[in-house]
């Protein structure tokens, strides 16, 4: 069976901390991996998309790592911001199929 | 750009009662989407267009139908809702197939949904 597993399904850190965000998959044919960033009460907003060939990605202060032989990516923030409060989304498509996890929602206190 | 837009932000129904959702986006992109958002599960796919006058169903259409009448807009209606169907539904805009690696979908604010 398809899915998307997220860990931990919650998170608490201190704002200037950095943290890891993990998603496991099972999802077969592989095309793409992607994590999206969703603000409370918004919609999501793409953060990256990782082929099969990339192993790591980043954009700004978040870095995306695939390990397409496990089966396994996660998602660095770096230097944590209140800002970067939000539910973490990762999806992993088969082409036409997408395959969206639950979520990390992640809370950056001051 | 205005970008996604969805209409309405928040609405009420009793069950039985019908309505239309409204997706409205200004990227002129050929693809869109609905999606339900519930807690504990995924964004699943309602119903999808890749270009005017298309429509397919998705992972859960049930309950549900669609227009794409013109490029820009992609209507979700409800025929009879039911309090299975309240949610928050969620419009997204590519100018990709799903299918392309670089497709990136762009995400309305969503419409949130209570039926009673």
């Known amino acids: 069976k398809n899915q998307v597993e997220q860990s931990p399904q919650s998170l608490i850190i201190l704002e200037g901390k950095n943290c890891t965000l993990q998603c496991n998959y099972t999802v077969s044919p592989f095309s793409n991996l992607r994590w999206y960033k969703q603000d409370t009460g918004r919609g999501p907003v793409s953060l990256t998309i990782m082929t099969f060939s990339e192993n790591t990605k980043s954009n700004g202060r978040y870095t995306a790592t695939l390990d397409a032989d496990t089966k396994q990516s996660s998602l660095h923030i770096t230097a944590s911001q209140l800002s970067d409060s939000a539910s973490y989304i990762c999806v992993v498509t088969t082409g036409n199929q997408f395959y969206f996890g639950t979520g990390t929602s992640l809370t950056v206190i001051p | 750009n205005a970008g996604v837009t969805q209409t309405p932000k928040f609405r009420v129904l009793k069950t039985g009662q019908s309505m239309t959702l409204l997706c409205a986006q200004d990227?002129?992109?050929?693809?869109m989407y609905w999606y339900r958002q519930d807690p504990g599960m995924g964004l699943r796919l309602i119903h999808y267009?890749?270009?005017?006058?298309?429509?397919a169903k998705g992972e859960v259409p049930d309950g549900y139908n669609v227009s794409r009448l013109k490029k820009q807009n992609f209507l979700l209606g409800l025929e009879s809702a039911a309090p299975s169907q309240t949610s928050v539904y969620f419009c997204?805009?590519?100018?990709?197939?799903?299918?392309?690696?670089?497709?990136?979908?762009?995400f309305g604010p969503g419409t949130r949904l209570l039926v009673l």
């Open positions: 997204a805009s590519s100018p990709y197939p799903r299918t392309e690696n670089k497709e990136t979908q762009y």
């Open positions: 990227m002129n992109h050929e693809y």
């Open positions: 267009s890749v270009g005017e006058g298309t429509t």
